[in-house]
T-cell receptor, first 118, second 113 residues
Framework: GAVVSQHPSRVICKSGTSVKIECRSL??????MFWYRQFPKQSLMLMAT?????????EQGVEKDKFLINHASLTLSTLTVTSAHPEDSSFYIC??????????????FGQGTRLTVV | GDSVTQMEGPVTLSEEAFLTINCTYT??????LFWYVQYPGEGLQLLLK?????DKGSNKGFEATYRKETTSFHLEKGSVQVSDSAVYFC????????????FGKGTRLHILP
């Protein structure tokens, strides 16, 4: 199947700093990518939909200025957690669908990024 | 809005036992339905899917049937193995809704040898 690569897989940062997470579709193009946050023993919460060449669409309650999303090409979306705080510590996962295929086909997920803010 | 409800875990079974994980959904249109699996320390993988009513998705011995009348998509396996231990997520995606996937809360499955 198609591969979505997420980097880094694990990062520890100090409070107040910013962290960038990359999500790449390796063998397909994705006009839309999705960013999720997963709390321990809980489900995936959709944070935002990343659209290539335009602004991301954020879910209700997600701070746009806190979680900056850039989708500069058809194979790369980035999530930047700005001025990180310990409560931002979580598992962040991206996903993407193949733009060349019809809607409602499977989405492919990255391996996830474990962010720890100390 | 759209939502997915699945049985809470953890579910603990012995090897070779029969597995059922219940999943029901709420949607305004005609969604596609999915089961994803997350093994420890890994991202999500698609396990199976169904795109219309009465479709049956199957993979690795797992099955789920899209039941429109009961808005359900229960996951079943006749004989589980220790390697099936993971978290299972039921999910839906509705056409024309930005292709967003809405997940249930996940069910953690432990299989004992």
């Amino acid at each position: 199947g198609a591969v979505v690569s997420q980097h880094p897989s694990r990062v520890i940062c100090k409070s107040g700093t910013s962290v960038k997470i990359e999500c790449r579709s390796l063998d397909f193009q994705a006009t839309t990518m999705f960013w999720y946050r997963q709390f321990p023993k809980q489900s995936l919460m959709l944070m935002a939909t990343s659209n290539e060449g335009s602004k991301a669409t954020y879910e209700q309650g997600v701070e746009k200025d806190k979680f900056l999303i850039n989708h500069a090409s058809l194979t790369l979306s980035t999530l930047t957690v700005t001025s990180a705080h310990p409560e931002d510590s979580s598992f962040y996962i991206c996903s993407a669908r193949d733009s060349a295929r019809s809607m409602n086909t499977e989405a492919f997920f990255g391996q996830g990024t474990r962010l720890t803010v100390v | 809005g759209d939502s997915v409800t699945q049985m809470e875990g953890p579910v603990t079974l012995s090897e070779e036992a029969f597995l059922t994980i219940n999943c029901t959904y709420t949607a305004t249109g005609y969604p596609s339905l999915f089961w994803y699996v997350q093994y420890p320390g890994e991202g999500l993988q698609l396990l199976l899917k169904a795109t219309k009513a009465d479709d049956k998705g199957s993979n690795k011995g797992f099955e789920a049937t899209y039941r429109k009348e009961t808005t359900s998509f229960h996951l079943e396996k006749g004989s589980v193995q220790v390697s099936d231990s993971a978290v299972y997520f039921c999910a839906l995606s509705e056409r024309g809704r930005d292709d967003k996937i809405i997940f249930g809360k996940g069910t953690r499955l432990h299989i004992l040898p």
